[in-house]
T-cell receptor
Framework: QKEVEQNSGPLSVPEGAIASLNCTYS??????FFWYRQYSGKSPELIMS????GDKEDGRFTAQLNKASQYVSLLIRDSQPSDSATYLC?????????FGKGTRLHILP | ETGVTQTPRHLVMGMTNKKSLKCEQH?????MYWYKQSAKKPLELMFV???????ENNSVPSRFSPECPNSSHLFLHLHTLQPEDSALYLC???????????FGPGTRLTVT
């Protein structure tokens, strides 16, 4: 079982809709969770970090964590064409950050 | 700008050349990382330094040699590379191992 799993996509979402990105992880001892956005040819950019169960909101972004289900998600409200990118989920296990392979998101104008 | 800089941004080198990549962080962080990202592949962790000590070496070939002279600077020395080493090389720093990482812009390396 892969340690951090993401659907590779592409995920196509109409402009203005909610984009939902999902990530599952294998180690129940994982302590902190991160979402990064990476535009083509650029480096990853930190969007959100979440440490406890529940929702965390920052502008149009909401991260959701469910440790019992070993599941973390990122919601993007009012999706814009500029949100088109690859979104990387990262999980901290024993001070080691494990990255998923990323989900490509395409916002349709 | 994330406070992490990398030079050069682009590098073309032959298989017999020796070159070095440089990373500098201005964030007061204690940990620094080298990653390799090949086309359409996930991030591959290469090396981790915490307080200037190497804490992780992810089975990287010896033609890649890291150096961390202080907590703000990280180098990756390259020699006798292969064409398959062509990739985007990313440096990242974080307050401590396991915390959120901040990436530099990367060095696009092409080995001819």
């Amino acid at each position: 079982q892969k340690e951090v799993e993401q659907n590779s996509g592409p995920l196509s979402v109409p402009e203005g809709a909610i984009a939902s990105l999902n990530c599952t992880y294998s180690d129940r001892g994982s302590q902190s969770f991160f979402w990064y956005r990476q535009y083509s040819g650029k480096s990853p950019e930190l969007i959100m970090s979440i440490y406890s169960n529940g929702d965390k909101e920052d502008g149009r972004f909401t991260a959701q964590l469910n440790k019992a289900s070993q599941y973390v998600s990122l919601l993007i409200r009012d999706s814009q064409p500029s949100d088109s990118a690859t979104y990387l989920c990262a999980v901290n296990r024993d001070d080691k950050i494990i990255f998923g392979k990323g989900t490509r998101l395409h916002i349709l104008p | 700008e994330t406070g992490v800089t990398q030079t050069p941004r682009h590098l073309v080198m032959g298989m017999t050349n020796k070159k070095s990549l440089k990373c500098e962080q201005h964030l007061g962080h204690n940990a620094m990382y080298w990653y390799k990202q090949s086309a359409k592949k996930p991030l591959e962790l290469m090396f981790v330094y915490s307080l200037e000590e190497r804490v992780e070496n992810n089975s990287v070939p010896s033609r890649f040699s890291p150096e961390c002279p202080n907590s703000s600077h990280l180098f990756l020395h390259l020699h006798t590379l292969q064409p398959e080493d062509s990739a985007l090389y990313l440096c990242a720093s974080c307050p401590g191992v396991g915390y959120e990482q901040y990436f530099g812009p990367g060095t696009r390396l092409t080995v001819t």
